[in-house]
């Protein structure tokens, strides 16, 4: 039976047997015992997406993974960046240390300040992020257009991710469907991705799509 360590757009965590892109996490949130969930679903305002292969490090999902048996972070999995960067997450400054430099750099354009500190960016994001009490802002018509690539919203029933004047449809295998913009003007939508991080992507952040999103 899959783990409860498959992260949708909006945060929350679920038993799914599609792995994805990317691996993360947001510090420990599992017993290693019953390799199950704690009842929080974050320990840390750190939310982070790492890399999926790193230096051939090999971990036990959800078991223990630090010397001496400790427990370890419990290990999340995203569909892509895109997803990751939907639920709160953020490029880790160990494993995609380039990345988190673009990340941080786009931040700081955004909102003029110079060098970011990497807490400053967990305690904004911390706010916005759905899965940790953030409000969802609804999109008014017409909005659809003004949302960057890479950008997640929700129908409220199905999430979307936008591409090139496309709306992708998001499930945890991959993208599973698309339609134009305008085909989704009459619905009732909110954004997904956090404001700040919609900020990062508008200053020129380019997230990884996995491959069912077309080249």
Request: glycine share 12%.
């Amino acid at each position: 039976m899959p783990l409860q360590n498959r992260v949708d757009p909006a945060g929350e965590i679920h038993a799914h047997p599609a792995r994805g892109m990317f691996t993360g996490n947001r510090g420990i949130i599992h017993d290693p015992e019953t390799r199950t969930l704690l009842r929080r679903r974050w320990a840390t305002k750190a939310w982070i997406t790492c890399a999926l292969h790193f230096k051939g490090v090999r971990r036990v999902p959800m078991g223990r993974n630090r010397p001496g048996g400790k427990t370890g972070w419990t290990e999340l999995f995203f569909l892509d960046e895109v997803t990751a960067l939907a639920a709160g997450h953020r490029p880790c400054h160990y494993c995609r240390r380039d990345r988190a430099r673009e990340f941080g750099a786009a931040f700081g354009r955004a909102f003029g300040v110079d060098s970011p500190k990497v807490a400053e960016i967990d305690q904004r994001l911390h706010g916005e992020r759905l899965a940790s009490g953030g409000i969802p802002v609804t999109i008014e018509r017409g909005g659809l257009a003004l949302l960057p690539d890479g950008a997640m919203f929700s129908d409220g029933g199905s999430d979307y991710a936008i591409r090139q004047g496309q709306a992708l449809r998001w499930s945890f295998s991959g993208y599973d469907a698309r339609c134009g913009l305008g085909e989704l003007a009459d619905a009732k939508l909110s954004v997904v991705t956090p404001m700040a991080t919609l900020a990062v992507l508008e200053q020129g952040y380019r997230p990884d799509w996995h491959p069912s999103a077309g080249p």
